[in-house]
């Protein structure tokens, strides 16, 4: 077999695996019909048109050769750590850490550690930049999650409320 573009073969390969993982487990919800859909329905479509474009974006890898789309390189592991600590750090912020009695730091807490964190996987990144985005995405989210939509959950650390 001759894959013509690895980047786009191995990148409809993951697609579909990501896919085929969300539709199985969406398979442990109730899933309903169009009409009625259960709480399963949505991640169970999502997971099966995932698949469906992973396989086409794959499919295009194997038959198209395409400009940029040569070899995959070295996996960049300083850059991928980062952003996946951010998230989870982001995820600590906003609920804790009850069996070592960390309580929950808040959205806007999550969101300048999140930003921060994952900007360290960009080289060369400034801490100027970088606050002025975080300032920006805090002030967007507070007006968008806790003012327009109401949502409730903490926005400062609890360790600073009454």
């Known amino acids: ?19 085929a993982a969300f539709a199985w ?8 019909t169009g ?3 259960g709480p399963g329905y949505f991640p169970l479509m999502l997971g099966v048109l995932l698949a469906i474009l992973g396989a086409v974006v794959a499919f295009n890898g194997l038959v198209i050769e395409r400009v940029g789309g040569g070899k995959v390189g070295k996996w960049a592991w300083k850059p991928l750590i980062y952003i996946i600590g951010a998230n989870l750090i982001f995820g600590v912020c906003l609920g804790g850490l009850p069996f070592i009695g960390l309580k929950s730091l808040g959205l806007i807490t999550g969101i300048y550690a999140l930003t921060f ?4 996987a960009e080289p060369g990144w400034k801490v100027k930049n970088t606050f002025f ?29 009454a």
């Not at 077999?1 to 896919?19: A, E, P, R, T």
């Not at 487990?25 to 309903?32: D, V």
């Not at 300032?135 to 409320?161: D, E, G, M, R």
């Open 1 to 19: 077999m001759n894959i013509k573009s690895q980047k786009d073969f191995f990148s409809g390969l993951m697609f579909m695996v990501l896919g």
């Open 25 to 32: 487990g969406a398979t442990k919800y109730s899933i309903g």
């Open 35 to 37: 009409a009625r859909m």
């Open 117 to 120: 964190v994952a900007s360290m």
């Open 133 to 161: 985005l975080a300032t920006a995405l805090a002030v967007i989210s507070y007006l968008a999650f806790i003012k327009l939509l109401k949502l409730q959950f903490p926005v400062w650390p609890v360790y600073f409320t």
